[in-house]
């Protein structure tokens, strides 16, 4: 089957694309919406390696993305420059879902903290994902139109994989697909137990909670991509790749605020190890009033009586 369209499914084609790029609008909503909470949980907060990466994130695609709806809209992209530019527009939707994949991969390193079976296993899955996705966009190339729409290669610069490599080119959807649901799968076992038995941390309601809503969302979208890489007419084939990112970018900047929203004021756990007993002062007016627990080792406590193993926000014991 020819990549070129008749006439009018070209225009369709062009018009529709051009109406999914205007979706970054939903990008730029969630920041202006959780701009002040940005200011004071990541900017004035405690720096680490997720923070980082929701900045980088948090920035880079819609700057990106702004190059992406000029390339759609102006006839300044010639023939020769189009073919250069979906390398960039590939480039940035690659770096974009993997860079939210490396903060789920942290997060489940905090949560099987010592477990290296699982932590080894979603790593492989990423690298898996990163090498497929690397590989793909090598194989990219400008959507063709028909010199009669008036649709022109200046006018409507977008990136698609070839119709013979379809099957394989829905990797680049499925892929992320998988390790989400990985992901997904490996948070609920550790979390639901501890959940069920009045036994987890608001911090722990809030992974249950958000990574529930973060899947639904990218599950309806990439299902979408996938289906429609292998099955729609050239010029539509990877049209919702760029409505991923930006949900998956979106979701993951709101779920960070929200982990951090949930860690702000937190009594930290208190990790304290003795060989004979626990001693709990709380000060009063007079003199200190004080307890005694029985002989426990790496006893860990909150006054919420709480108890939780490791902070997957910061990745660290507390």
Same mark, same amino acid.
């Given at each position: ?22 979706a ?5 909503w ?9 200011v004071?949980y ?6 680490s390696?997720?923070?980082?990466l929701?900045?980088l ?16 809209l102006s ?10 530019f979906?390398?960039?527009?590939g ?13 789920m991969l942290?997060?489940?390193?905090a949560?099987y903290?010592?477990n290296?079976?699982v ?5 492989l ?11 793909l966009?090598?194989?990219g190339?400008?959507?063709?139109h ?7 290669? *200046?006018?409507?610069c /977008?990136m698609?994989?070839? #119709?013979?490599?379809?099957? @394989?080119a829905?990797?680049? $959807?499925? &892929?992320? %697909?998988l ?7 490996l948070?609920?076992?550790k979390i ?15 992974l249950?909670k958000?990574g529930l ?7 309806s979208v *990439?299902?979408a991509l /996938?289906?429609?890489?292998i #099955?729609a007419?050239?010029? @539509?084939k990877?049209?919702? $790749?760029? &409505?991923? %990112?930006?949900i998956?970018?979106?979701m993951?900047s709101?779920?960070?605020?929200n982990?951090k929203?949930?860690?702000a004021?937190?009594l930290?756990v208190t990790t ?8 709990f ?12 627990s ?8 909150e ?7 490791r ?8």
């Amino acid at each position: 089957m020819s990549d070129i369209q008749n006439p009018i499914e070209d225009i369709t084609e062009n018009f529709r694309t051009n109406c999914v790029g205007f979706a970054v609008v939903v990008l730029i909503w969630d920041h202006i919406d959780t701009f002040t909470e940005e200011v004071e949980y990541i900017w004035k907060g405690k720096k680490s390696t997720i923070t980082y990466l929701f900045l980088l994130n948090r920035y880079l695609t819609p700057l990106g993305f702004i190059v992406n709806l000029i390339a759609y809209l102006s006839p300044a992209f010639t023939s020769e420059r189009c073919r250069h530019f979906i390398r960039f527009e590939g480039s940035m939707t690659v770096i974009g879902i993997h860079v939210v994949g490396l903060m789920m991969l942290l997060r489940i390193k905090a949560l099987y903290a010592g477990n290296r079976l699982v932590v080894g296993f979603v790593f492989l899955l990423f690298m898996a994902m990163l090498v497929v996705n690397a590989w793909l966009l090598t194989k990219g190339r400008a959507v063709a139109h028909n010199p009669l729409s008036g649709v022109h290669d *200046t006018s409507s610069c /977008t990136m698609i994989f070839p #119709s013979d490599i379809s099957v @394989l080119a829905s990797s680049s $959807a499925w &892929l992320p %697909l998988l390790y989400d649901s990985a992901v997904l799968c490996l948070t609920l076992a550790k979390i639901i137990p501890m959940v069920k038995m009045s036994n987890g941390t608001s911090i722990m309601k809030r992974l249950l909670k958000d990574g529930l809503i973060y899947y639904i969302a990218i599950f309806s979208v *990439t299902l979408a991509l /996938t289906i429609m890489i292998i #099955s729609a007419p050239p010029g @539509l084939k990877n049209i919702a $790749a760029q &409505l991923e %990112l930006l949900i998956t970018v979106t979701m993951m900047s709101r779920i960070t605020l929200n982990l951090k929203k949930s860690t702000a004021g937190r009594l930290r756990v208190t990790t304290v190890q003795d060989t004979t007993s626990i001693v709990f002062r709380v000060p009063t007016g007079q003199a200190d009033s004080a307890w005694t627990s029985s002989s426990h080792t790496n006893m860990s406590f909150e006054m919420d009586m709480y108890r939780v193993n490791r902070d997957p926000e910061q990745g660290q014991q507390v």
